[in-house]
């Protein structure tokens, strides 16, 4: 799934068995000529390095942050044959010398996204103390941006608007969003090319060690989020010896028949309680979004907006389809509640600019957002089998739609591709390490996160053994990390600075839920408009549409 962000994951029906998935690949999805590739590989990169210079323009970074190249085998059996190079980006740490940790590197999610930003997180109050013990590292994951782009379309066609999203799909619309998705996955075959096999989650864990030893770092202090969890366990297990330190952020469950199908399934009915919970909360201030006092009552208003978008899309362009896109963004973060609630409340009074604002299409950005679905495809219809016969696909999510309508549908068009992927496909990892085999780690969860389910970080923390779990209760902000809960960033801060951690679990109570009317107050003293978003300065995964 993806739509604002997402790395695609889920399900509730317990109907999949092991006959309907396509089979995967003889023998170990790690084999012992990738494991010799990557330590040769690290090898030369630990001897090269990076040469660290002046950032390209097209990354559009401040100049006290520099860029450079990492070269890394684009298959690791053959290391010796075509390379690939990443981009990176730094700012050094600012502290004193002596004070100075090593290299913090981040992935936001995706799969799809780039940290190439990360740096800039530097200068915010929530990570001084870190930065200043830190070099603050970002880089574009295999694919991403200018490391070694994939691309399945012409980025023109990419964002077509308006689109309708029936959340009960009628039998021909499945069917052209069937013809989509087989049209899609042969355009990934053709462009890609027998390169295209070589994006994995496992591929990004390897490329991870090479960027260690790049770095100059003996073992590897990292941070993930969303889907940057899952190939970080991946690197746990593949290498317990080269962590330092390793920070999970929303994590996405690692057990191995849920990824990827399962996953996606499970997402989708979490969606569902977060889609109740914003709307719990427009009703909470039906004084300021005259929505309704109820969640049904707002849910009915949310409808009300979909069939008049179906007949005539706002400013053209923004129809059933770009605001259910927007609205899942209310599902991720809290930030966007009180936008979104605004722009339904204007538009249904007959204001639809602050809706077209937020949910039209950047058709700037088409290029990037064909880049990263491109990519997000691809990792996620490599990692693992997947149902091949859309009668199976069908059966499941008309069962979850009748109790998950919100997203459930949608999130089928976006991983459908992979229903008719052209490539072989892997057999998950099982992710796990001993005790001892592994320094302690540290994972974040929100209770009530819907793009990667609490449950996910609780199987995490059983799997990497001496784990330690930090829980924000009932929340449900998707990446927590570096964000608004003062008790969570101390545990980050104690972890990353110290080394120190809980016993095995800590909770924090929950950051405050947005206040419509203390937003309007501040920005009336402001002189700034009313109802702006209450965007968190701190680093969150923005799981890619993950």
Known sequence: MRSVAKYGIGMVAGSLVAGVLTAAPAGATTTDAEALGTALAARRAAAGGIDFGVCPKSEALPGHVRCGTVEVPLDYAAPNSRKIRLTVSRVKASGAPAARQGALVYNPGGPGASSMWFPLAAALPEWERIAKAYDIVGYAPRGVARSAPLSCQDPKGFLKAPTLAPTHPSPAHKAERIAEAKAYAAGCARRGGTALRHYTSLNNARDLDVLRAALGEERLTFMGASYGTYFGALYATLFPSHVRRMVFDSAVNPERSRIWYRSNLEQSLAFESRWADFRDWVARHDATYGLGTTAAAVAERYEEARARLAVEPAGGVVGPGQLQSAFLGAGYYDDYWVPRATALSEYLRGNAKPLIEQAAPDRGAAAEAENSTAVYTAIECNDAPWPTDFAVWDRDNTELARRAPFETWDNVWMNLPCAYWEGPRQQPLEVRTERGELPPVLILAAERDAATPYEGAKELARRLRGAVLITERNAGTHGIGGGGNECVNAHLENYLLRGQTPVRRAYCAP??????????????????????????????GLPHTV
Do not use: C, K, N, T
């Open 511 to 540: 950051h405050p839920e947005p206040d419509p009317v203390s937003l309007e107050r501040r920005a009336d003293e402001a002189g700034q408009p009313r109802h702006a978003p209450a965007e968190r300065a701190g680093v969150r």
